[in-house]
């Protein structure tokens, strides 16, 4: 199978290459910027792309790429911040200012680069640079430029070096995907062989060597990274994988019955866990955000321990890693804060002295999506919305109480069930309410109510780290807001979130 290394120079949309490379069916990975030259050769990768950044490569401590790299006669294509890195480490002159751009600009092709083969000699694309190239390095041919002369590309053929100013991996540059593909096929020679129903085969076998006839356990979540990595997993073991899905108590409206039903239909063999006594007893009288995602977190963990120790035999336990998670980043975590403690069924203790299995460590979500779909997993766990590991706690603010769940789960399934209605419903990434501890005076029929405040949450996102609030028309927010003021008690008032995030998060605790 070919492949494409992507070296990460910390830019945004480095997975997002790494994404456009597999849609065009060829491998990729991503190492990070300051990987050893050994670990890139030991890759054999057919082309080697160098990401953008947001550095200034005349930084001090700007990120480079391995000594060598230029001369190990793989053809390498820098894109922005890689395409300056090139030029500065071949002797060109990158200067800063003066020529930003960022956003939608206007290039013209020069010359007839393998590069913009089949693409019209003018079109837009996408830049964001502050720096630009005041003069190109020796050896290097201008391949296009901006309106304002400023290099958009180069090339140096004969030494198999390309460079693009602005980011062909985004959807606003014009004939983007066009000028990646013409790196991969016509100058790096590579087979469009990355096909996922090959993949299934391969890892169906992978499995079934690793675990030989050892048994497996894991825990189901209801999402759709734990669902696809046991039925992949179930396929290659059959029934020697023993599946637990813990009720936490902090599930939404019927939400446990419809899992195990889905469930059901997939032949998976589930051990269906109510622990939401031991959640909520753990959690009583505990209002601190942090602190409810602690106790959750712990107590599934004791929870999971106590159940996986009735499988004795059990020396494998499979968890839905997805390749996000395991990509090492030359500046992720640096000055990283904690917003919030994250918990997912994945995180489970060290100590359990199991064997990891991760058979989606290689796969981007999107690519997890439509392995399921060939495995046959229903469409409404493939494309359920996320939904974080410690539930309706850190929808619930304020004391998390049996009544008060029940008054959010009903506020939570109206809303719910009236945004589906709409036709931008399945572009939506989270909806969902939010109930606050706070009391307010209204007014039914002619008594005076005091009762809690319900607060509609729904968000657009491509991956959770920034949203937008969704407008959702008025319609269907009036319907929603009628419906949870007569059908739910202990709720008289209905607000709408209009936060992005940041300055918000998705979740309100
Ligand atoms: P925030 O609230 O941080 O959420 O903007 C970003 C995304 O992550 C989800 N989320 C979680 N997912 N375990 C999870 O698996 C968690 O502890 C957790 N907390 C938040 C959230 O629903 C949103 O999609």
């Known amino acids: 199978?070919?492949?494409?290394?992507?070296?990460?120079?910390?830019?945004?949309?480095?997975?997002?290459?790494?994404?456009?490379?597999?849609?065009?069916?060829?491998?990729?990975?991503?190492?990070?910027?300051?990987?050893?030259?050994?670990?890139?050769?030991?890759?054999?990768?057919?082309?080697?792309?160098?990401?953008?950044?947001?550095?200034?490569?005349?930084?001090?401590?700007?990120?480079?790429?391995?000594?060598?790299?230029?001369?190990?006669?793989?053809?390498?294509?820098?894109?922005?911040?890689?395409?300056?890195?090139?030029?500065?480490?071949?002797?060109?002159?990158?200067?800063?200012?003066?020529?930003?751009?960022?956003?939608?600009?206007?290039?013209?092709?020069?010359?007839?680069?393998?590069?913009?083969?089949?693409?019209?000699?003018?079109?837009?694309?996408?830049?964001?640079?502050?720096?630009?190239?005041?003069?190109?390095?020796?050896?290097?041919?201008?391949?296009?430029?901006?309106?304002?002369?400023?290099?958009?590309?180069?090339?140096?053929?004969?030494?198999?070096?390309?460079?693009?100013?602005?980011?062909?991996?985004?959807?606003?540059?014009?004939?983007?995907?066009?000028?990646?593909?013409?790196?991969?096929?016509?100058?790096?020679?590579?087979?469009?062989?990355?096909?996922?129903?090959?993949?299934?085969?391969?890892?169906?076998?992978?499995?079934?060597?690793k675990v030989g006839d050892d048994r497996v356990i894991c825990g189901l979540s209801g999402g759709v990274d734990s669902s696809v990595a046991a039925v992949l997993t179930a396929r290659a073991v059959g029934d020697r994988l023993d599946c637990i899905f813990v009720n936490n108590g902090l599930l939404r409206l019927n939400e446990a019955e419809e899992v195990l039903e889905q469930y059901s239909k997939l032949s998976l063999k589930v051990h269906y866990v109510d622990a939401s006594e031991t959640f909520l007893n753990a959690l009583s009288g505990v209002t601190d955000p942090e602190r409810k995602r602690k106790i959750i977190g712990e107590t599934f963990i004791r929870v999971f321990e106590k159940e996986a120790a009735k499988f004795e035999d059990a020396k494998w336990l499979l968890q839905g890693t997805l390749y996000p998670d395991v990509i090492e980043s030359g500046h992720k975590g640096k000055n990283a804060s904690v917003i919030k403690s994250h918990h997912n069924v994945g995180g489970l203790p060290d100590d359990m002295k199991l064997l990891v299995l991760e058979p989606l460590r290689d796969l981007f979500k999107d690519e997890v999506r439509a392995t399921g779909r060939l495995l046959g997993v229903p469409g409404t766990i493939i494309s359920r919305q996320p939904f974080p590991g410690p539930g309706l706690a850190v929808r619930c603010l304020g004391e998390i109480t049996e009544p008060r769940l029940d008054t959010l789960r009903q506020a939570d399934a109206i809303f719910r069930e009236e945004i589906a209605e709409w036709e931008e419903y399945p572009s939506i990434w989270q909806a969902f309410a939010v109930l606050l501890p706070v009391k307010t005076v209204g007014v039914m029929g002619d008594s005076r109510t005091y009762s809690e405040v319900a607060v509609l949450r729904a968000v657009e996102s491509h991956d959770g780290m920034t949203a937008d609030w969704v407008r959702v028309p008025y319609e269907i927010l009036d319907r929603t807001a009628r419906r949870i003021c007569n059908e739910v008690k202990g709720v008289n008032r209905v607000a709408l979130d209009v936060t992005s995030k940041p300055p918000s998060t998705i979740e309100w605790e």
């Open 1 to 209: 199978m070919d492949n494409i290394v992507i070296l990460d120079c910390g830019s945004q949309f480095t997975q997002l290459i790494a994404r456009r490379v597999r849609e065009l069916k060829v491998h990729s990975e991503i190492l990070p910027w300051d990987v050893s030259l050994e670990r890139v050769k030991e890759r054999s990768p057919r082309g080697i792309i160098i990401s953008g950044g947001p550095m200034s490569v005349t930084d001090a401590d700007a990120p480079s790429v391995p000594e060598g790299l230029f001369g190990l006669g793989i053809p390498v294509l820098g894109v922005c911040y890689g395409m300056q890195l090139i030029t500065r480490m071949m002797g060109g002159h990158v200067t800063s200012g003066t020529a930003r751009e960022y956003g939608r600009t206007g290039i013209s092709a020069k010359g007839d680069s393998l590069l913009f083969r089949e693409v019209p000699s003018s079109f837009e694309v996408w830049m964001s640079h502050g720096d630009h190239i005041e003069s190109l390095a020796p050896g290097f041919r201008l391949a296009a430029e901006t309106l304002k002369g400023v290099p958009a590309a180069m090339e140096n053929p004969e030494k198999g070096i390309w460079g693009l100013q602005f980011h062909p991996e985004v959807v606003h540059t014009q004939f983007g995907t066009k000028i990646l593909s013409n790196f991969l096929f016509s100058v790096c020679s590579c087979t469009p062989d990355w096909d996922l129903g090959d993949w299934i085969e391969k890892m169906t076998g992978e499995i079934r060597e």
